[in-house]
């Protein structure tokens, strides 16, 4: 059964400060990876998806990287502002014979003015 | 404008009684999701449907029940064999077609038993 994990589970970091957030998971069987982000009492924002023939996709100052084979992807924030706070969660997509998001459970960003 | 629109927002239950939560998506989406998230855990699998009028248990299905009677539409309902259902849910949909498709998700349904 594929399982995803988040380190860390929080992190508070001064604005302007460049941060990377960790997922592993524990079956490289996948179809893709999806990063997220989820604003307090709010639904999921899409913010990059990765197919599993690729190695890393970018949006601004959001770099997302995966290395199937080990079972790790990073997200990498640059540049950090104050409205970046929210929980990011990573979701893997299986095998066909499983379609829906295995997901981690997050790690909430507290980024200080 | 496309998306995904839960309702209610908030939801009250009594204990004993089933509530429905409603999923629409005007996205021409094959494929339906319902998660549950409980605070400070990541989201867990209900149901999902890839195709009208089918739709396979996920990981926490006790309790919940589904139809999908229509593309646009994925209501789920919350019976009163569930014994812990407060929690917030999430719909989510997707294109059911190869590696580079992403899945959408609508705002959410807080449900709170009372």
């Known amino acids: 059964k594929q399982e995803v994990t988040q380190i860390p589970a929080a992190l508070s970091v001064p604005e302007g400060e460049n941060l990377v957030l960790n997922c592993s998971f524990t079956?490289?069987?996948?179809?893709?990876l999806q990063w997220f982000r989820q604003d307090p009492g709010k639904g999921l924002t899409s913010l990059l998806l990765?197919?599993?023939?690729?190695r890393e996709q970018t949006s601004g100052r959001l770099n997302a990287s995966l290395d199937k084979s080990s079972g790790r992807s990073t997200l990498y924030i640059a540049a950090s502002q104050p409205g970046d706070s929210a929980t990011y969660l990573c979701?893997?997509?299986?095998?066909?014979?499983?379609?829906?998001?295995?997901f981690g459970s997050g790690t909430r960003l507290q980024v200080q003015p | 404008d496309g998306g995904i629109t839960q309702s209610p927002k908030y939801l009250f239950r009594k204990e004993g009684q089933n509530v429905t939560l409603s999923c629409e998506q005007n996205?021409?989406?094959?494929?339906m999701y319902w998660y549950r998230q409980d605070p400070g855990q990541g989201l867990r699998l209900i149901y999902y449907?890839?195709?009208?009028?089918?739709?396979q248990k996920g990981d926490i299905a006790e309790g919940y029940s589904v139809s999908r009677e229509k593309k646009e539409s994925f209501p789920l309902t919350v019976t009163s064999a569930q014994k812990n259902p407060t929690a917030f849910y999430l719909c989510?949909?997707?294109?059911?077609?190869?590696?580079?498709?992403?899945?959408?998700f609508g705002q959410g349904t807080r449900l709170t038993v009372v």
């Open positions: 989510a949909s997707r294109v059911d077609r190869g590696a580079g498709t992403e899945a959408f």
């Open positions: 449907s890839q195709i009208v009028n089918d739709f």
């Open positions: 079956d490289s069987a996948i179809y893709n």
């Open positions: 979701a893997v997509r299986g095998t066909p014979g499983r379609r829906a998001l295995t």
């Open positions: 996205l021409n989406h094959d494929a």
């Open positions: 990765i197919q599993s023939s690729q």
